[in-house]
């Protein structure tokens, strides 16, 4: 008698998932970085459990157990990532003294082409949404259970009886861990931040943006910002508010940017640029990955990673010639 048996996933089935395995544990860690070794482990994992795989539940469902007890492993025992700005009140430039976080203290920007799907539009804008830097810094004050059921109901949309089997508990715990988790994110400012459309608007005070930050003509560059802007630049972990406050900064320590060029890119999101500073043995080296935050036609948000690991991640060039 011929009994049926559930195929068993292939590599190719397997590697299908990989890009939103990547937004879920990018959401779930707060950098490319751990991500990424989330993700290969995950894949490992999966790759070495094959011949275990019982085809009870889809395959989906599998890869997220595994990438959640990645995860969880991964957070546990560490601190949370946070941006500058929740690590304590704005400086003025002047106060300006080099002090450095280390990497692990920071949410990490992520490629939108590492985690944002393709094809319907709906998707891919809420796609952006969520990984928003402002949204996975406040994902990080939750505990690590509780950030995974936020995300897989309330970003991946997941019924609370898929969580609750995922993670071994009722459903019961689960909506009481979503319950407490909404209400933390609540209390996070992070609304002020959404995104804007990448529209034909958007698209010139890009340009603008550019060329102002190119010739270093910081006036106009000002007039690009908001009152209320705020620039990070991670590991320091000094940041500032005010668009006259950001010209000072270029003016005075910032001014080595003079002379640098931008390549454009996203993240997060967000539109961003590689910034290349003035290389002394010709061309321009890699400096800082710059993303910026845009609402209502100005700039509200400036954010330069001065990791320049990430300009690999990204797909952007090593150096500049001339």
């Keep these: 008698m011929h009994v049926a048996t559930t195929p ?3 590599a190719e089935d397997l590697e299908h998932y990989r890009r939103e395995l990547a937004g879920y544990c ?8 751990e991500a990424d070794d989330a993700v290969q482990e995950t894949m490992l994992r999966a790759w070495r ?19 959640t007890n990645v995860c969880l492993d991964m957070l546990r025992g560490r601190q949370r990532r946070a941006r500058p700005m929740d690590l304590g009140p704005s400086s003025v430039t002047e106060a300006f003294t080099g002090e450095q976080f280390a990497e692990h203290a920071f949410v990490v920007p992520i490629p939108d082409g590492r985690v944002v799907p393709d094809g319907d539009p709906a998707e891919v804008a809420a796609a952006k949404e969520t990984i928003r830097l402002a949204f996975v810094a406040a994902l990080q004050h939750l505990p690590a259970r509780q950030r995974a059921v936020l995300i897989l109901r309330e970003v991946l949309r997941w019924q609370a009886s898929e969580v609750a089997e995922l993670l071994d508990t009722s459903v019961a715990s689960v909506n009481s861990a979503l319950q407490r988790a909404r209400a933390t994110l609540a209390s996070a ?12 608007d958007q698209q010139a005070l890009l340009n603008r ?5 190119e010739r270093y003509d910081v006036s106009t560059l000002v007039t690009l910002l908001r009152d209320d802007v705020v620039q990070s630049m991670p590991p320091y972990s000094m940041w500032i508010r005010g668009a006259d ?10 001014s080595g940017c003079r002379g640098s060029r931008l390549i454009a890119t996203a993240a997060n999101g967000c539109p961003a640029f590689g910034q290349y500073r003035v290389d002394p043995n010709g061309g321009h080296a890699p400096w800082g990955l710059v993303v910026l935050e845009i609402a209502d036609g100005t700039i509200i948000g400036l954010h330069t990673f001065l990791d320049t690991r990430l300009f690999a991640v990204f797909g952007l060039p090593p150096h500049l010639d001339d």
């Design 26 to 33: 990018y959401r779930m860690l707060g950098s490319v970085f």
């Design 245 to 254: 406050e950001v010209g000072r900064w270029l003016l005075g320590p910032g």
């Design 189 to 200: 400012n992070i609304d002020d931040a959404r995104l804007q459309p990448a529209d034909a």
């Design 49 to 67: 459990g094959l011949d275990r795989f019982e085809g009870r539940s889809a395959v989906r469902s599998w890869l997220y157990r595994i990438a």
């Design 8 to 10: 068993t996933p292939v």
């Design 209 to 213: 943006y550019v060329d102002a930050f």
